[in-house]
């Protein structure tokens, strides 16, 4: 059996390292991160060119089901692997880590894109911690805010005329965060819902000091695709026989 895993998540890496080498695994990254953690298996790395390009790449490769492990705000990319599953007749998986709740304390905000969140920032504060990533930082660039990015690598332009960039990979301690957010002088943090324990305590932190949060939401999964939400979840599908 032959697995496609859309990659480029820690849950990507862990689900490659149950299925290897019992099953052939091919994990598929976008090639955006410069030194990406490579999972076990083989690797590809680099776009496929849209769905068609996609459907061909598994016909071409006996690929027999597709594992959809990308973050949960690839959009495109979940896209195009309903599309080109469908096309080809090859069941598909989303493995999607399950979105963080807001607790007793905390001071959320949602917004439905990065345009959205970039508007709620009024009147929040002047100093912004933007963990959004590289990514989509034009949304941003406008602003009259002092922002604080964190990204694995260096961001390029339009970025927010006031930014520091602080190049980092998870995951974040609690104790890390209380004094990424004291050190500088943080009024409002910003970031999308990812999910996960890797960049969680930057949730905690902010709590405990009263900063609010605006929260882009994730987009859905696309309509009728099966989602696992760990690992161990989308192995048992592929050894039921997917």
């Known amino acids: 059996m032959h697995v496609l895993v859309l990659g480029g998540t820690t849950e990507a890496r862990a689900l490659a390292e149950l299925l290897h080498p019992r099953v052939r695994v091919t994990s598929s990254l976008a090639g955006r991160v410069a030194r990406p953690r490579l999972p076990e298996g083989e690797v590809r790395i680099g776009g496929f060119g849209g769905a068609d390009g996609l459907a061909a790449w598994i016909g071409a490769h006996a690929v ?51 345009a959205e969140a970039a508007r709620a920032l009024d009147d929040l504060g002047d100093r912004v911690f933007l963990t959004t990533g590289r990514m989509g930082l034009a949304a941003f660039a406008d602003r009259p805010e002092w922002f604080l990015v964190r990204s694995v690598d260096a961001p390029g332009a339009p970025v927010p005329a006031r930014t520091e960039v602080l190049l980092d990979r998870g995951p974040f301690t609690l104790d890390g ?37 605006v929260v882009v939401r994730r987009p859905p999964v696309p309509e009728g695709v099966p989602v696992a939400t760990t690992p161990e979840e989308a192995a048992a599908w592929v050894r039921d026989g997917a």
């Open 64 to 114: 027999d089901a597709v594992i959809d492990a990308t973050h949960p705000f690839a959009e495109r990319i979940s896209f195009n692997a309903a599309l080109a599953a469908a096309t080809v007749h090859v069941p598909l998986l989303a493995l999607r880590r399950p979105g963080w709740v807001p607790e007793e304390g905390d001071d959320w905000r949602e917004a439905g894109s990065l």
């Open 177 to 213: 965060e209380r004094e990424l957010l004291r050190r500088h002088r943080i009024d409002v943090l910003v970031t999308k819902d990812s999910g996960g324990a890797a960049t969680a305590p930057k949730l905690t932190a902010a709590r405990e000091a009263g900063v609010p949060v």
